[in-house]
């Protein structure tokens, strides 16, 4: 996991509420990622950020929004309009093509 | 969707075998690629990534082929161990810009050692 903590590990959240995933990583990267994985696919790209105050969306933006006001701060919120939020929530990072991955959250909706 | 995949979705191996997991990918200008190993639970780990103008690279116990003619990567784990069970996936970018870091993951093969 080298340097990327993602906390908490385990989240439940009841429907109708927003939740916010915490990624930091004190490797000196620019770039920072959320990703989603679900069971049997692989991994999908929620948003990502190349820079401090800079973020862009990825293939599944919708439901959720980040900050990027720290270099090593990148927290995703999953907003009550995310239809099915249960899911392995992965964050990276990366200084170049090479991606590094923190330990995931895993967020249940009871 | 997606122009990563894998050939074979489950790998069983016998203890001290070596095991071979492909990866075909349909992009041609993908110009990096990297395997990563996930195991239950846990984030996914970096193991060995080779760039569009090698054919091989070389790890410890591990080796990654590109070919770029049918596109197609595999990785190669040398003398199996128990500590290899996971999932490994490949992933890919297509290098379409500077700064432009985005990967593509293909879905996965989890490989099983048998004692």
């Known amino acids: 996991d080298g340097g990327i903590t993602q906390s ?5 959240r009841k429907e109708g509420q927003n939740v916010t995933l915490s990624c930091e990583q004190n490797l000196n990267h620019d770039a920072m990622y959320w990703y989603r994985q679900d069971p049997g696919q ?3 790209l929620i948003y990502y950020s190349q820079i401090v105050n800079d973020f ?3 293939d599944i933006a919708e439901g959720y929004s980040v900050s ?19 899911a392995f929530y992965l964050c990276a990072s ?3 093509d090479t991606q590094y991955f923190g330990p995931g959250t895993r967020l249940t909706v009871l | 969707g997606e122009s990563v995949g894998l050939h074979l979705p489950t790998l069983s191996v016998q203890e001290g075998d070596n095991s071979i997991i492909n990866c075909a990918y349909s992009n041609s200008a993908s110009d990096y690629f990297i395997w990563y190993k996930q ?7 970096f193991i060995i990534d080779i760039r569009s103008n090698m054919d091989k690279r070389q790890g410890q116990r591990v080796t990654v082929l590109l070919n770029k003619t049918v596109k197609h990567l595999s990785l190669q784990i040398a003398a199996t161990q128990p500590g290899d069970s996971a999932v490994y996936f490949c992933a890919e970018n297509i290098g379409s810009g500077a700064g432009s870091y985005q990967l ?4 996965g093969t ?5 004692p």
């Open chain 2, 110 to 114: 989890k490989l099983s050692v048998i």
């Open chain 2, 39 to 45: 195991e239950s639970g846990k984030g996914p780990q």
């Open chain 1, 42 to 44: 692989g991994l999908r």
């Open chain 1, 56 to 58: 862009q969306k990825g």
């Open chain 1, 8 to 12: 908490p590990k385990y989240l439940f």
């Open chain 2, 104 to 107: 593509t993951f293909g879905k």
């Open chain 1, 94 to 96: 990366s200084s170049g």
């Open chain 1, 68 to 86: 990027r006001e720290k270099k090593e701060s990148f927290p995703l919120t999953v907003t009550s309009a995310q239809k099915n939020p249960t």
